[in-house]
């Protein structure tokens, strides 16, 4: 089967396709004929050598969801899996291909309305930013600001907050454009990068979501109202200064929390309970899903290229 590989870490170039051996599907596992392959930021950030500490090595083959329909099972798994159509997650690597392995609890049957393109847009990204707001204890009334809105995760946290009663929900993006897309996504109020524009926007926030991260951190930190929750899902600014917690102290008191979050920290069956209800809403049109462009896998390089430009609002889609 086609596939595609890092063959040198770095530049989108450096990404290559190959033919491998069909995957098979070992015990707990299945096997899906892809139909819709995922490109996430994390992708990115493995493809450019900045996770090296995590020991990816090349000829690591990419991608960590799919869509698609289940060829194969492995031992001890129910058969009536078989021929059904899923969305998976295929951990750190493995997506990149015309046929993807994943754990069965990784997998979740498709709602009828439901794309691939829609659900591999959705079903990473939208559990991050569900369980952001929880974990940053967002209730109705308050005022959120997200960071870096204008990828999957972003998109989705914009809509649950909106939806979900907040006062206001301001965003930075980095063109007016965006921040128009944004709005018609449920912002209220439009920040620049650099959090400085906006001059109607509250100025402090009860809860920031941040994908973000990077040397601009400390200045959204000191946007949080007193008792309020920032949460730090995302790094695709860089990472902070290493002395930003001094921010924090600083601020002692106004009570201020800061928090990561990762959904790895989530239990399996919590995280695929939201999943599958996101799923149900994006089907009947509640929950909106953002696919930048669809492109074929063997394309992958232009999808990194435009990642790395910051060409993209929502999510690339590839197809086997
Ligand atoms: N916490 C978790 O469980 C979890 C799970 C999966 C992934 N992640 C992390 O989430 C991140 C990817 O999320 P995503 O796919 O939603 O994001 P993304 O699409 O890669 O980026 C989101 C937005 O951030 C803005 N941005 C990009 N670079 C920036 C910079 N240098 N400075 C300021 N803003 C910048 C861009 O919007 P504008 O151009 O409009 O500013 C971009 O559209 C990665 O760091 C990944 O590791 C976390």
Known sequence: ???????????????????????????????????????????ALIRRGTLGAYGFREGH????????RVTAVGEGVDASWTGRRVWAFTGLSGGYAEQAVAAVEDVLALPDGLTGADAVTLGGSGVVAHFALDRARFTPGETVLVRGAAGSIGITAVQLAAGDGASAVAVTA???????RLRDL?????????????????????????????????????????????VAVGVVGGQPPADFGMRLMDAFRRSLS??????????????????????????????????????????????????DAGEVFGRVVLTP
Do not use: C, W
Not at 61 to 68: K, Q, T, Y
Not at 189 to 218: K, M, N, Q, Y
């Open 186 to 230: 449920g912002a209220t109020h439009v920040l620049d990068r650099s959090g400085e524009s906006g001059t109607d926007a509250p100025a402090g926030f009860d809860v920031v979501i941040d994908v973000v991260g990077g040397p601009r951190l400390p200045f959204f930190l000191d946007k949080l109202n007193p008792n309020g929750r920032y």
């Open 258 to 307: 800061f928090a990561t979050f990762s959904s790895d920290t989530v239990p399996g069956p919590d995280r695929q309970a939201v999943r599958s209800s996101q799923f149900a809403d994006a089907a009947h049109g509640n929950l909106r899903t953002v696919v930048h462009e669809v492109l074929p896998l063997g394309q992958a390089a232009r999808a990194h290229r435009a990642m």
């Open 1 to 43: 089967m086609r596939a595609v590989v890092i063959r040198a870490f770095g530049d989108p170039g450096g990404l290559e396709v190959v033919d491998v051996p069909e995957p098979v599907p070992a015990p707990g596992q299945v096997r899906i004929a892809t139909e819709a392959i995922g490109v996430g930021g994390v992708d």
């Open 174 to 180: 980095s063109s007016a454009e965006r921040g128009a």
């Open 61 to 68: 083959l990419l991608g960590s969801e799919v869509a698609g």
